[in-house]
């Protein structure tokens, strides 16, 4: 089956279709096995994500760790056997990153562990909640997680989440 046959993106057409405001977000295709899309379904109901909101964090993380990894070498990717090259070497990182998203406890979520603290803004370019997926328009209050990570890919969460973001108190 096609991603795009599933019911959440479904329901972004629709919610395309009647917005009033177009949205700039752009619809890909693409065609996976059977085992992935369960796979992918499983993950994304852990994760409490709709399959889309998962599919694009994970696209999102991986392009983040070629871009370090670049950086890291101090040189450019050139071609596509470079790309390759890095994107499988972050194969095994990616995987403990997904490893890592999967909440420990209801509502704490474990990747968020070198957030030391969150920033409350007024968004110019809209963004997505990582912990429920939804989105946070340009012009409304978002709050954007400081990380002791230098490097780490911005996190935002909703004015809905950010009081469920607290970790355990023992
Ligand atoms: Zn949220």
């Known amino acids: ?13 629709k919610r395309k279709a ?20 369960t796979t992918l379904k499983e993950e994304a109901e852990r994760r409490r994500l709709t399959v889309s909101h998962l599919i694009r964090s994970v696209l ?25 090259r890095n994107v499988s070497r972050n194969a095994r990182k990616l995987a403990a990153t997904s490893e890592s998203l999967r909440p420990a406890k209801p509502g704490w979520d474990r990747s968020l562990g070198d957030i030391y603290g969150w920033n409350e803004l007024v968004l110019q370019r809209a963004a997505t909640c990582r912990r429920c997926g ?30 469920q973001v607290r970790p355990p108190v023992d």
């Open 60 to 84: 999102e993380d991986t392009f983040q760790l070629v871009d370090d990894v670049v950086t890291d070498f101090d040189k450019v990717v050139t071609d596509s056997v470079d790309l390759a």
């Open 134 to 163: 939804s989105d946070i328009e340009s012009g409304e209050r978002g709050f954007v997680g400081e990380s002791d990570k230098a490097r780490r890919h911005r996190v935002w969460l909703c004015r809905g989440c950010i009081d």
């Open 1 to 13: 089956m096609t991603l795009s046959s599933m019911k959440t993106d479904k329901n972004t057409r």
């Open 18 to 37: 009647s917005s009033r405001r177009p949205r700039k977000d752009r619809l890909i295709q693409t065609r996976v096995p059977e085992d992935l899309e």
